[in-house]
């Protein structure tokens, strides 16, 4: 399969169909099966003791596995997530912003399974790890 | 066991604990190794087409069995999330709260497993389901 | 709904499609929506250690979701298992049979989730939980 | 950190401590944090219709993560899975061997993390995708 979207009108298309996602989520590089997302990180992401909350990172994974189905089947602004699976590993570090590389390991009609690795910009070890499963809707006969 | 905290006492430490908690979420029911937690719907819980996000749920299901196993240890502020699975199974009702409710499968010296089921309020299928592993720090010798 | 077999033809059927279930595996109980299997554990479900394997625990907790899902929608043999998420939270007690206790909590037209909790029979504590979807193929047009 | 055990120390203790291992899964590769395994597929890992059974793939993770975790820290056989997350996502193709490739994501004093990816031998795309946490036996003070 090759990419229906590059990666500016992936961007703008996130943009327009998610509008709190600017200053949020940026796309970062975007390759066949393959994206990276930037979560930028403020305040209101954080938790008490001032790292990365769950609920981000759940966000900046779920953003990323659903950005990457976008750019491969087009603007159908459509799946939705029914399984995800996430294991924290290591505490975020402080002041940095969070870079999620998400590999789409399967895309079938009826659903796509994406595996992303979270990690804190510029650092060797993941912070999480995440695999989440899309449902594509199915066009009515 | 039994309960370390009443439904009072486990209420106002997590306020104390975690502010932006006021105001999103309450203890609605309080039993040994068993506990009800509203999350109290508003605008910035939702998704584009007013469903609640899963971030949001994802945070409900994390908070409930934090509180659970805060519940039964006493005021420990530390154990942190290690795991979690997730299936996403019907969309919430719209302009309903959501209610989780949280049974807490094991609480080991190491690792406490929650199990949690979240309904739109008043409804009889659930929405979504969730387990949650927390790791409890050990005390240092 | 309802269901679609009854105990015995679901025992029946299990056993004309799977026949190395006859020995492993039997249907205790039978309700709307919900099933309870028995792994009658034999040395061939052992690891070192004298306790039931993982595997085993595995093959289990999908025979059921198998086992109720079959038993609302009728004899299809052919849902297939897309995801599981499984707790190992006590060790299995030796010389005792396990008994899974299954609720399907949905049943869409194409996804299929069941959550299963597995006890050493006669035990309080469950020594693991697992979901479970299942995706069930769509009649071609 | 750097390995402990080399290919043929991890192979041997791997016979002594499982001795059903011999004959079903063989260390293919191994490096610093990574262990390649094959499940050497014969007429007990199959299901009806040919495939490779659930429980297998089950089996071929769960030694995989264990492997590389042994290799790791060496030969302390105690390290038990306490939780794990399976997304099946193609059938295996009929008559070829399973090759699990295995990364140690986490490493920690208490917790492990493995993430591992199943392929049909030869074949590019996965059949599954798993992820395995292993809890470590502290010393006894």
């Known amino acids: 399969m090759t990419l ?9 298309y996130l943009h327009e169909i ?3 996602i600017r200053g949020d989520f940026a796309v970062e590089r975007l390759e066949d099966m393959y994206v990276e997302m930037r979560l ?6 954080l938790r008490p003791g001032g790292t990365v909350s769950g609920p ?12 990457i189905i976008l750019a491969m089947v087009g603007k159908k602004a ?6 995800c699976s996430f294991d924290f ?3 975020p570090a402080a002041g940095k912003d969070l870079i999620a590389k998400c590999t789409l390991l399967k895309l079938g009609r009826v659903l796509a399974v994406g595996d992303v690795l979270i990690y ?12 989440m499963t899309y449902s594509i809707p199915q066009k009515p006969a």
């Open 18 to 20: 998610f509008p709190p």
């Open 89 to 91: 590993m290591n505490k």
């Open 4 to 12: 229906a979207l590059d990666k500016q009108e992936l961007s703008d």
């Open 56 to 67: 981000s990172m759940f966000a900046l994974a779920d953003v990323s596995v659903y950005a």
């Open 40 to 45: 930028m990180v403020s305040d209101r992401h």
């Open 78 to 83: 459509l799946a939705v997530t029914t399984n």
């Open 120 to 131: 804190s910009e510029g650092e060797d070890s993941p912070v999480a790890r995440s695999s």
